[in-house]
């Protein structure tokens, strides 16, 4: 009979941590026990999953290359822009155009609020 060893000696003897041996039993790639809390194996199981790592068939194919990207569109729609790109030519011009509209309207964007004091 093989003796048993807990996941701590495993990992010693794969070179991994415990957690990597624990998730190895959780998905049966490493046969395993588990009683309560605690996992344990034998020292034979420990090498057959080494010997079946080491001598099994490798994927030697290259990835299969990434897909082209998706065409993407720019819309200002519900974007929070006040003028597109169709409506002004410059950046400078979509900024004048947004600042006349506010000057016109009687919003101000500065810091500083009018005294309860002062006149309106």
Same mark, same amino acid.
Request: positive net charge; aromatic residues 4%.
């Given at each position: 009979?093989?003796?048993?060893?807990?996941?701590?000696?495993?990992?010693?003897?794969?070179?991994?941590?415990?957690?990597?041996?624990?998730?190895? %039993?959780?998905?049966?790639?490493?046969?395993?026990? #588990?009683?309560?809390?605690?996992?344990?194996?034998?020292?034979?199981?420990?090498?057959?999953?080494?010997? #079946?790592?080491?001598?099994?068939?490798?994927?030697?194919?290259?990835?299969?290359? %990434?897909?082209?990207?998706?065409?993407?569109?720019?819309?200002?729609?519900?974007?929070?822009? #006040?003028?597109?790109?169709?409506?002004?030519?410059?950046?400078?011009?979509?900024? $004048?155009?947004?600042?006349?509209?506010?000057? $016109?309207?009687?919003?101000?964007?500065?810091? $500083?609020?009018?005294?309860?004091?002062?006149? $309106?």
């Amino acid at each position: 009979m093989d003796r048993r060893i807990q996941i701590r000696e495993a990992a010693a003897l794969l070179g991994v941590s415990p957690r990597t041996v624990r998730r190895l %039993c959780q998905r049966g790639e490493l046969r395993a026990a #588990r009683v309560g809390k605690l996992w344990t194996t034998t020292v034979r199981l420990v090498h057959e999953y080494l010997s #079946r790592q080491t001598s099994g068939p490798r994927n030697t194919d290259p990835p299969p290359p %990434c897909p082209p990207p998706r065409a993407t569109s720019f819309s200002a729609t519900g974007s929070g822009m #006040r003028a597109s790109r169709s409506e002004a030519a410059t950046s400078g011009e979509a900024y $004048a155009r947004l600042m006349s509209g506010r000057l $016109a309207s009687g919003s101000r964007r500065s810091g $500083a609020r009018p005294s309860a004091n002062a006149p $309106a």
